[in-house]
């Protein structure tokens, strides 16, 4: 008789220390999110959602951790809806909102617009949800992967990318074959292409009615090495032309020196450093094996594909939220994406840049896909803006793309 009467008050017990450590996990992670918004680290935080009788409990303890980091709460009872968050997670539930400064106007600013938008207007959705991800901190990566949880969207990322191929245009076709094969040593996988990274290529063309003679050519072609005075050395022996000499600098983020190619394109022998703008970069670049050329012990690691604009932010958020690449090194004026494992574009501003911009221009840029069949309904049903027509598509400033299986 004495445990079946116990037995209840057992349970109890067990529950309310439950609740208790729940309570606890609460506001352990409610402080941490403080944290991290008095650091900067998030220009606004949100505690998880919660029982609005919850939040009563704990609301003075909550106000107390707040005060103790120097931020600011707001207790949000109906949080917008958007393609950021499933609707489930919130509907019903209490949101405390963790801020400094204007971040609280800018959410509420965000919350009204959101009210009063067009929810069938799936173009405005996205730049909304896009908006929301921003003030909460997110990477354009991160807010890539919530929509594609939450929505139809996807990038081209997503279908997996195995390799990068720049198309190059010449007058003499053969003398170019010539220089790349014969003098820069370059493997060449089939009659036309050649292998700077393990998956990074160029491929070279005759000049044609889409790239004519004479046509700016809006692209420079970087080729990673750490042999730079080896290098400079051949290309000097070789008397190929030199545009910028090789002077390496103490304490620099890349050094380099840029020849020209039969077809006058840009050659940039470029190596990167440890430096505050290549941290990540850097650690991409220690798992790119090198490709050795026909050239005594001289190889190259990747590639750069440099281009040249005008309207470097929509070149970015065309680069992020549409191609779904990711920045490995940010240099104010140059931005660089990786694209395969060894296979970077890099925008310039056209301003500060060795080439300038040009609405026409003689280079196109290809990504093979590991699954070229999705990717092809995806964008076909949902890629009209970019004009996409059987595996070819245009990005802003008149830049031509293809995608291959």
Known sequence: MRFIIAYPCLILTLLLVSCEAEKEDSLTAFDIYCEMVANQAKPLALHHPMDPDAVDESWLEFKQIAENRNVQIYREDSFPKSMLFPMKVTEGKTVII?????????????????????????????????????????NSQGINRLLSENSHFQNLKMFGVNHQI??????????????????????????????IGNDAFISLHSINDDHPANEPKSTAIALLTDQLPQWYAY?????????????????????????????????????FKQHPENELFIAVLADAPKVATK?????????I????????????????????????????????????????????????GMENYADTKAVELEWALQDWGSFAAYAKQHWSTHA???????GPEKYRYRVTK
């Open 98 to 138: 963790i801020y400094t400064e204007q971040r609280l106007k800018q959410y509420l600013q965000l919350k009204e617009d959101i009210l009063k938008s067009n929810s069938e207007d799936m173009v405005e959705q996205m730049a909304l949800a896009r908006r929301l991800g921003r003030l909460l901190g997110y």
């Open 166 to 195: 720049t198309h190059l245009y010449y007058k003499d076709l053969d003398e170019a074959l010539t220089f790349y094969n014969s003098i820069l040593g370059l493997p060449q996988t089939d009659s036309t292409t050649f292998m």
């Open 235 to 271: 290309v000097k022996e070789k008397e190929i032309p030199i545009k910028y000499t090789y002077k390496p600098r103490n304490g620099g983020p890349h050094d380099g020196f840029v020849a020209i190619d039969p077809g006058d394109y840009l050659l940039e022998f470029e190596q």
């Open 295 to 303: 050239i005594d012990d001289l190889s190259f690691y990747g590639s």
């Open 305 to 352: 594909t440099w281009t040249y604009h005008k309207d470097m932010l929509k070149m970015q958020q065309f680069y992020e939220e549409v191609l779904g690449y990711q920045l490995v090194a940010d240099q104010g004026w140059t931005k660089i994406y990786q694209t395969s494992p060894s296979g970077f574009i890099g925008l310039v501003d056209e301003c500060r």
């Open 388 to 394: 996409y027509d059987s595996g070819h598509f245009k």
